[in-house]
C-alpha cells in the first residue's frame, strides 16, 4: 500500500498535469520533472492540503473557462499525445482524483490504526 503522502502529492500533481492537457497545452519539463518526486518528500499535512486546493482551484478555473461548444475539441495527452475530447480529460480528472482520494483515506486509517 502506498503512503497517505503519496496519494495526497500524487493527486495535486495529477490534477495539475491533467488541468495543463485541458487548457489544451502540453506538459512543461518541471512538470515532467515533478513527477518522479511524488513518491519522495518532507511536506507536511498542511502543505499536501494547500497543494491538492491550489491544483483543485486551478482545475475548477479551467474547467469554467471551458465553453460547453468546445467539449468536443481534441486534446492530446502524454508525450506519445493521445488524442481524447476536452471533456473526456475534465471528467477523468475527477475520478482518478477521487480514486486517490480513497487511497489516502485509506491510508491514512491505516498509519492511525497502526501508532
Do not use: C, W
Not at 32 to 52: C, K, V, Y
Not at 103 to 112: D, E, F, P, T, Y
Request: proline share 2%.
Amino acid at each position: 500500500m502506498t503512503s497517505a503522502g503519496f496519494h495526497a502529492k500524487h493527486l495535486a500533481g495529477s490534477t495539475e498535469r491533467l488541468s495543463t492537457y485541458l487548457a489544451g497545452r502540453q506538459l512543461t519539463p518541471e512538470q515532467l520533472a515533478a513527477i518522479r518526486m511524488e513518491g519522495q518528500g518532507t511536506e507536511t499535512a498542511t502543505d499536501l492540503l494547500a497543494s491538492i486546493e491550489l491544483a483543485i482551484g486551478s482545475y475548477e478555473t479551467t474547467l469554467r473557462n471551458l465553453d460547453p461548444k468546445d467539449f468536443g475539441e481534441v486534446r492530446e495527452i502524454g508525450r506519445k499525445r493521445y488524442r481524447t475530447t476536452a471533456v473526456s480529460v475534465a471528467i477523468h480528472i475527477v475520478e482518478h482524483g477521487q480514486r486517490h482520494i480513497g487511497g489516502l483515506i485509506a491510508a491514512a486509517k491505516l498509519a492511525r490504526a497502526s501508532s
